[in-house]
């Protein structure tokens, strides 16, 4: 309920300044058409307030509603309706008539789509027949310069405001979309890439490294016994720990450095254009640090890290045999001891891995 009357307000808001835009600089060229047509004093009144204060009045009326964005899809029906109300009292002046139905219709389209359209034109039809039965029905074939001039400003000013208004909502339009996507590869807990975000980018740097010929390694992390971590402090204690490791990885990580969590106590790192010793040197550093790290609630707490590390090699056919190769060295380390790096011997087959120990 409160999200949709957010969307609301919004939708009202970005209609206020259009209307207020229009229906101000409407009233010049309504004036022009009105003038020599000798109409009773009441009819100035009204398109004062209608051009002058309807634009704020709707605003409270929209805003203060329990149901912001029908109500204001009922002002901007009301708007269409005086619209054809001042077209059919100006005798449908041709130059007047068509820039205030114009209008209208535009902003009628841009607010809602061809259902807002029907509606609109509905609505401008009864504001004719309510003028000619106040009036009568009468035409008037031609327009004086004057008129002419009178009518530039909302042919000029106005398609401006909408076009303004449709440029910011377009802008944040993709500014969400953006954030959706980055949302939809994000893993909520740790913030760094999605299980199947990564994979995908495993892929594509598979292909760089096959035409480009260039050294880059695979990471894969585990937290040793992160399943006793849980079971005796809890789980509060143990996302405390996934999100430590996390920033430690985006501290130490370069910003070319595409680094996931794979799955549970898993992580997972690309080191593009990085030797294997480099790529050791920093795991090494990665897993000396959450070492040292001390939990401040619970002080007993020790993180130890199992690592395994894989290179790209020209004899991979595909990059699930390059994870493969990493993922049996993590293998490797996690079966001799843990809290450990373990490197890939450099077979296709993903033989033997040597291991290296903290």
């Not at 203060?64 to 964005?69: A, G, I, K, L, T």
């Not at 594509?204 to 005796?232: G, M, P, Y």
């Not at 130890?304 to 894989?310: C, F, H, K, W």
Request: glycine letters at 8%; proline letters at 4%; a positive charge.
């Amino acid at each position: 309920m409160e999200n949709q009357r957010g969307k609301g307000l919004s939708f009202a808001r970005r209609i206020y300044m259009p209307r207020t835009v229009g229906l101000g600089i409407g009233c010049i060229c309504v004036t022009a058409a009105l003038y020599p047509l000798n109409m009773p004093g009441w009819v100035w009144v009204v398109m004062l307030l209608n051009g002058f204060v309807w634009p704020h009045l709707a605003y409270q009326m929209a805003s203060r509603s329990p149901f912001p964005y029908q109500a204001e899809r009922r002002n901007i029906i009301v708007d269409s309706l005086c619209g054809g109300f001042w077209a059919a009292t100006v005798q449908f002046n041709p130059i007047v008539t068509v820039t205030i139905l114009s209008m209208m219709t535009m902003n009628n389209v841009a607010a809602g789509g061809p259902r807002l359209f029907f509606q609109g034109a509905l609505a401008q039809m009864i504001g004719v027949v309510i003028a000619w039965l106040l009036f009568g029905a009468a035409f008037t074939a031609t327009a004086t310069p004057i008129q002419v001039l009178a009518c530039i400003p909302s042919l000029t000013i106005y398609p401006l405001a909408v076009g303004m208004v449709c440029y910011r909502l377009a802008f944040k339009l993709s500014e969400h979309k953006r954030a959706l996507s980055a949302l939809s590869r994000t893993d909520s807990l740790t913030g760094l890439l999605n299980h199947g975000a990564w994979k995908d980018l495993l892929h594509v740097k598979f292909q760089q490294c096959r035409h480009n010929q260039v050294a880059s390694v695979i990471a894969l992390i585990d937290i040793d016994h992160f399943k006793a971590i849980n079971d005796t402090y809890g789980h509060i204690v143990g996302d405390t720990v996934l999100r430590q490791l996390s920033f430690e990885l985006r501290r130490n990580l370069r910003e070319v450095d595409l680094a996931g969590r794979y799955g549970g106590d898993e992580f997972c790192v690309i080191l593009p254009n990085m030797s294997l010793h480099q790529a050791w040197e920093v795991m090494e550093r990665l897993r000396e640090v959450l070492n040292d790290y001390r939990h401040p609630q619970v002080p007993e707490l020790r993180i130890r890290l199992s690592i395994g590390l894989a290179a790209y090699q020209t004899a991979f056919t595909d990059a699930i045999a390059w994870l493969n190769d990493a993922d049996k060295a993590l293998y490797t380390a996690k079966n001799t001891g843990r809290n450990k790096i373990s490197v890939a011997s450099g077979s296709s087959s993903g033989g033997s891995a040597t291991r290296i120990s903290a």
